[in-house]
């Protein structure tokens, strides 16, 4: 069974412009949530998304936004960005299912470069 | 600031060491998980504890979750070079959302 899969591997941007980073989650699971992860610290929540509605966010500024699709599937998008934006996006996917502790499955990751 | 609080950040030893890394919060968390990440990859699931006093032994690893579930740890023995990465903790709160350490850097020697 195919695992998270995220697009594209790498990106190299300019501060000022914007990003789409897009997921695709296991198939069945119907929660994605999107990380970052800057070098040397651990990932940092910034929106989960469940049946296509958020459902919970991080301390992220309005810059960041996400969208889930009919298919499960997710966009981050990040605008006007900075040079601190530069990271380690990783996207995970679990089943949701209210009545276990949920199980995150992440994705390799989008490694953004702002210049 | 973190919510959860890893140490040691980073630890290098030699290959049949033992090793234990710690993640303690003020905060209880419904369940803690344990995550091993390599460079320029997503972190891969290693564990997940939700009972306090909870121990879950996975070969060489045994993970311990607080009674209070607020801290873990997570105890390696006869370290071998392919446990080398980065050992994360995250904690569930709510709405899943996940709070992750900083991460321990573990280089395991030959």
């Known amino acids: 069974d195919a695992g998270v899969t995220q697009s594209p591997t790498h990106l190299i941007k300019t501060r000022g412009q914007h990003v789409t980073l897009r997921c695709s989650p296991i198939?069945?699971?119907?929660?994605v949530s999107w990380y970052q992860q800057v070098l040397g610290q651990g990932p940092q929540f910034i929106f989960q998304?469940?049946?296509?509605?958020?459902?919970g966010r991080g301390n992220f500024p309005d810059r960041f936004s996400a969208r889930q699709f009919p298919n499960y599937s997710s966009e981050l998008n990040v605008n006007a960005l900075l040079l601190g934006d530069s990271a380690l996006y990783l996207c995970?996917?679990?089943?949701?299912?209210?009545?276990?502790?949920?199980?995150?499955?992440f994705g390799p990751g989008t490694r953004l470069t702002v210049l | 600031t973190q919510l959860l609080e890893q140490s040691p950040q980073f630890l290098s030893i030699q290959e049949g060491e033992n090793l234990t890394v710690y993640c303690n919060s003020s905060?209880?968390?419904?369940?803690l998980q344990w995550y091993r990440q390599e460079p320029g990859e997503g972190p891969v699931l290693l564990v997940t504890?939700?009972?306090?006093?909870e121990v879950k032994k996975l070969k060489r690893l045994t993970f311990q979750f607080g009674d209070a579930r607020k801290d873990s740890s997570l105890h390696i023995t006869a370290a071998q070079p392919g446990d080398t990465g980065l050992y994360l903790c995250?904690?569930?709160?709510?709405?899943?959302?996940?709070?992750f350490g900083s991460g321990t850097k573990l280089n395991v020697k030959p």
């Open positions: 504890v939700v009972t306090g006093g």
């Open positions: 995250a904690g569930e709160g709510n709405f899943n959302k996940f709070y």
């Open positions: 198939s069945g699971h119907k929660s």
């Open positions: 998304y469940y049946e296509k509605e958020e459902r």
């Open positions: 995970a996917s679990s089943p949701r299912r209210r009545e276990v502790t949920d199980t995150q499955y």
């Open positions: 905060s209880v968390f419904s369940s």
